[in-house]
């Protein structure tokens, strides 16, 4: 069995959600696939204290999912770009959007439209060989070799 740097069995799920799993952090995250990159939307935005964004940029920053740039000298002053690593996130936050609206708000407060067509677009599960709709019972979790 394969183990984490504290010697807990390795599960992608855990590794993924020590990462993404705090609010803030879905939060900030929001902001920036809506195009948001400033520190001060951030603060203003969500209302969060400067010690909760300062620790949650840093995480997003230390694990490859936000970029730290400069944009300005005097005074100095960052900005936060979504990384390959951020922008494949998205579909995580798409489908708790999509389950957020069929549990939790009677009316969803945002829409996801296709920009291509115009038509709202649902997030779904397809299989990458046939394209086929995938639900969680159509599909079987096996260990890779070598895996444990």
Do not use: Q
């Not at 855990?14 to 939307?41: D, K, N, P, Q």
């Not at 798409?94 to 939790?104: C, H, K, P, S």
């Amino acid at each position: 069995m394969k183990h984490d740097e504290l010697g807990n069995v390795y599960c992608s799920v855990a590794r993924t959600w020590s990462v993404i799993g705090e609010r803030w952090t879905m939060m900030i995250l929001r902001e920036c696939f809506r195009g948001h990159r400033r520190y001060e939307h951030f603060r203003t935005k969500l209302g969060l204290g400067a010690n909760v964004l300062n620790d949650r940029l840093r995480v997003l920053v230390d694990e490859g999912v936000l970029e730290r740039v400069r944009y300005e000298d005097a005074p100095v002053r960052h900005e936060y770009r979504l990384t390959t690593k951020g922008a494949d996130l998205y579909p995580v936050l798409v489908a708790l959007i999509g389950w957020g609206d069929r549990y939790e708000n009677d009316v969803p407060p945002v829409r996801l439209v296709h920009r291509g067509c115009g038509h709202p677009a649902e997030p779904r599960l397809t299989c990458a060989h046939c394209a086929e709709p995938v639900a969680w019972r159509d599909m079987a979790a096996e260990f890779e070799p070598g895996a444990w």
